[in-house]
Structure formats: C-alpha cells, structure tokens
T-cell receptor, first 111, second 110 residues
Framework: KAGVTQTPRYLIKTRGQQVTLSCSPI?????VSWYQQTPGQGLQFLFE???????NKGNFPGRFSGRQFSNSRSEMNVSTLELGDSALYLC??????????FGPGTRLLVL | GQSLEQPSEVTAVEGAIVQINCTYQ??????LSWYQQHDGGAPTFLSY????GLEETGRFSSFLSRSDSYGYLLLQELQMKDSASYFC???????????FGAGTRLFVKA
C-alpha cells in the first residue's frame, strides 16, 4: 500500500499570504489528522477529519482551517501568514485511533 | 487538561539498554502510544499499550501502569540507527485527538 503523501514538500511564503497544503491518506483510511511541529513546541494537534467532518480541533487561531473530501483527501489552509507559522506540517491517517501513519510533511517557511 | 512529560534527552552506548519514561495527566485515558522520528523524517508508530503490562516488539518493548499514570519505552541492544526522537502520545478524552509529549532525543554512542 502506498503511504501518506503530502504536497508540496517545501514552501516559502511571505507574511500576510495564505497557503494550502494537501494530504492524501493511505487507501482505506478515513481519518486524517494534522499537526504542526516546531523545535520548541513539539507536535501540536491542529484538527482531525473523518468522512468529511471535523471531529476535533486543537488550540489554534481561526486562521488555520481544513477540510476533507469524499475520497478522504484533506487540505489545510493558513490565511494571513505570520512568521511564527514557520513549521513542519504533518498529516497522519489512521483506521485505528491508537495508530497513526504520518506523511513526510510540508516544511513551510514564512519570511 | 492533558499533558505528558518525558525526558528531553537520553544518551546511551551501542549494545546497551535504555528506558524512556513518560508520565501523563489526563481526565480520561484510552491508551499510550509511542512514535519514533529520525531527523528530517516523519514520526513512525512503534507500539501501543491499551492495558497495563508489557508489550514486546523485537528489540522494543513498552510498558504501561494505569494506576501510576506512567509508561515507558525500552530499547534493547541499542544500535546507532536508534538515534532519534521518541514521543509518547495519548488520545484525548473527547476522542479523535492525539496529544504528544515533547519528545525524548536519544543519542547512541559507539
């Protein structure tokens, strides 16, 4: 089975811009979670989707949003980018809650 | 709220055994998972403990004590390739949300 894929792998944006990141889960996995990883904060939960519904959300401002499509692919969007949004954004899919399979991540740099 | 605590760094020599501890505070609990992440890579699932006791997977074992809100990951016969960050994680009481510890950086020396 193909693993979780994320696009793009690297991205450079400037403050105030917006960005959309994409995640394709493992075939058959309906749950997709997003995380922000920074050196100082570790892995921070952003949101989780299942069957196109957001089931839980982390403590991030409303500038961070996401959605899931009927084929389980997911996107996350960050509007009005800030310098502090520079991070590795990881997507994980699962068919069992205790086991998550992570994609390679999108490394975002905000200048 | 929910929180997990684990040591920030551990150093050990090749061939040795190392234990990485994790204590958690949560109002509800579904189980403790462990993940490994090499520099520049994505986290990969190592093990899960839903019940008290020891789970063994090759050189890696994981232990859970619900009464002590404590778990650990045990790595035996350490190899240089085990140098990585190790994260413990719990699922939130509301479900569908995984909380990760800050990670333990393991350095394996020759």
């Amino acid at each position: 089975k193909a693993g979780v894929t994320q696009t793009p792998r690297y991205l450079i944006k400037t403050r105030g811009q917006q960005v959309t990141l994409s995640c394709s889960p493992i075939s058959g996995h309906r749950s997709v979670s997003w995380y922000q990883q920074t050196p100082g904060q570790g892995l921070q939960f952003l949101f989780e989707y299942f069957s196109e519904t957001q089931r839980n959300k982390g403590n991030f401002p409303g500038r961070f949003s996401g959605r899931q499509f009927s084929n389980s692919r997911s996107e996350m969007n960050v509007s009005t980018l800030e310098l502090g949004d520079s991070a590795l954004y990881l997507c994980a899919s699962s068919n069992r809650e205790e086991t998550q399979y992570f994609g390679p991540g999108t490394r975002l740099l905000v200048l | 709220g929910q929180s997990l605590e684990q040591p920030s760094e551990v150093t050990a020599v090749e061939g040795a055994i190392v234990q990485i501890n994790c204590t958690y505070q949560t109002s509800g609990f579904y189980g403790l998972s462990w993940y490994q992440q090499h520099d520049g890579g994505a986290p990969t699932f190592l093990s899960y403990n839903g019940l008290d006791g020891l789970e063994e997977t090759g050189r890696f074992s994981s232990f859970l004590s619900r009464s002590d809100s404590y778990g650990y990951l045990l790595l035996q016969e350490l190899q240089m390739k085990d140098s990585a960050s190790y994260f413990c994680a719990v699922m939130s009481t509301g479900g569908f949300k995984t909380i990760f510890g800050a990670g333990t950086r393991l350095f394996v020396k020759a």
